[in-house]
């Protein structure tokens, strides 16, 4: 059973459903506005810690529910949520990333709700019988956060999308691509998004021709209006937010740009980037966290210094000016997916979920 979701989106509605695999059950919250953040109609939501201990409760209630009726071996979840989840059968912590951390990374305050809210994730991870992060950087991080032992987080990388990594192994890069640069994923302070509209500014003046596409849900502190943007509408430096995307959507995206841009001041991995690599886009990102260990220093992707507009923009019309040949980028950047092609990672979750079941005294399971 896997919990998926971001405790900045917690809901105490929970839906759960059964796979084609037997025996496997995944709950999901409902789509929530993010906590303590105020909306136009009203007061902000419910501090983060509340809606902590709301969505904790509402999936324990659930979940016991199914395992009354079923029994279940082994769960999973996120470390929101998770509160009490251990008490039903043995837990697995798969990391996402706190508020906290995201908070810390990109000079935002730590108020009492943030730490607070921090406290209860610790709680939830020491019930876990194993926790998985899927980068050593992360594993590292949080063992020093929580002054964990080493070795008490096991590093099983996200998995890449079997549709998505289909339909990059179909495409050829034939050199008809725009002079598109696109980002995917949130838009949020963490990911580094005014960083990047600076360094747009600044590529749109020595270079108009490049456009930009931003594709993902909106979660600046201002609307988009503040930042010269609207949906679906072409700004005045070439940049266009087409919010979130379905998959078919966002593979589209992915064959027609030239260029990959990353600008977070925090990544636990990057899902994003790998999918580009996938297609064989040349990746302009931040040499910080996560995107460090999965661009790697090989020629898959060109690093700057977290929080440089100027760094950034030259990256950018640097990669775009001069493209390697397109068989090269696809060659170098399909082996180096690989590692994260679903098979893979499935058969080391599974590897770690009989580690966890055969385990009788449900001691933490260490890395290996």
Known sequence: ?????????????????????????????????????????????????????????????????????????????????????????????????????????????????????????????????????PTLFQANEIINHRRWPAGRVRVIPNPISAALLR??????????????????????????????????????????????????????????????????????????????????????WYKRAELFVMPSYYESFGISVVEAMAFGLHVVATDTSGLTEVIGNHGKGSLVPKGNAKALADAIIRSISQPKPAGEIRKELQTAVQKYHPDHVAAETIKLYQAVVSDPGRKPVPAT
């Open 1 to 133: 059973m896997r919990n998926r979701g971001v405790p900045e989106s917690a809901n105490s509605g929970v839906v759960g459903r059964r796979t084609r695999r037997h025996g496997f059950f995944e709950f999901q919250r409902r789509q929530a506005l993010p906590c303590g953040r105020r909306t136009r109609d009203g007061p902000s939501l419910a501090p983060l810690p509340l809606r902590q201990l709301e969505w904790s409760a509402a999936l324990y209630r659930r979940v016991a529910r199914i395992a009354a009726q079923t029994g279940l071996d082994v769960i999973e979840s996120t470390e929101a949520g998770a509160l009490f989840l251990n008490r039903i059968a043995p837990l697995v912590i798969r990391l996402h990333g706190s508020e906290f951390i995201f908070r810390r990374h990109s000079n935002q305050p730590l108020n009492l709700s943030v730490r607070w809210n921090d406290c209860l994730e610790a709680y939830s991870c020491k019930g876990a019988a194993a926790i998985t992060a």
């Open 167 to 252: 339909a990059s192994l179909q495409f050829v890069r034939n050199g008809g691509s725009e002079r598109l640069v696109l980002y995917t994923g949130r838009l949020a302070p963490v990911k580094g998004i005014e960083i990047l509209l600076e360094a747009v500014k600044l590529v749109h003046g020595r270079d108009p021709s490049i456009r930009f596409v931003l594709a993902g849900p909106w979660q600046m502190p201002h609307p988009p209006e503040g930042y010269g943007l609207g949906l679906n509408r072409e700004s005045a430096n070439g940049i266009q937010w087409v919010g979130p995307q379905d998959q078919t959507e966002i593979i589209d």
